[in-house]
């Protein structure tokens, strides 16, 4: 695996909420992890951080309170995940994960779409 592997997106009602997964190339509990998110016509921007051994948490301010990241380390892949809650129409977009550092990220996986209707 030479990239992250996005899933769990989907059409959402406002207000709804999903939980997506992501399979990092990297080892578990290695670095930091971040997601990243995409609005149509916009620049990727990171919304949520979890730190190296999962103790440590920051998330932008447009999710705080509402999602939640968490990771694993399964079969002995690189789990993260986000917990999204009560979810606007500006969430609309792809959902990446990739390492919190630049220097340490992979090249971007394919995301995964999520769609919230209002």
């Known amino acids: 695996q030479t990239h992250p592997v996005e899933s769990g997106g989907g059409l959402v009602q406002a207000g709804g909420s999903l939980r997506l997964s992501c399979t990092h190339p990297?080892?578990?509990?290695?670095?930091?992890m971040s997601w990243f998110h995409q609005a149509p016509g916009e620049e990727r921007e990171e919304i949520a951080t979890?730190?190296?051994?999962?103790?440590?948490?920051?998330?932008h301010g447009s999710v705080k309170g509402r999602f939640a990241i968490t990771r694993d380390n399964v079969d002995g892949k690189n789990m993260v995940y986000l917990e999204m809650n009560s979810l606007k129409p500006e969430g609309t977009g792809v959902y990446y994960c990739?390492?919190?550092?630049?220097?340490?990220?992979?090249?971007w996986g394919q995301g995964a779409q999520v769609t919230v209707s209002s």
């Open positions: 990297g080892r578990p509990f290695e670095y930091a």
């Open positions: 979890i730190g190296q051994v999962g103790r440590s948490t920051w998330y």
């Open positions: 990739n390492a919190e550092q630049q220097f340490r990220r992979t090249a």
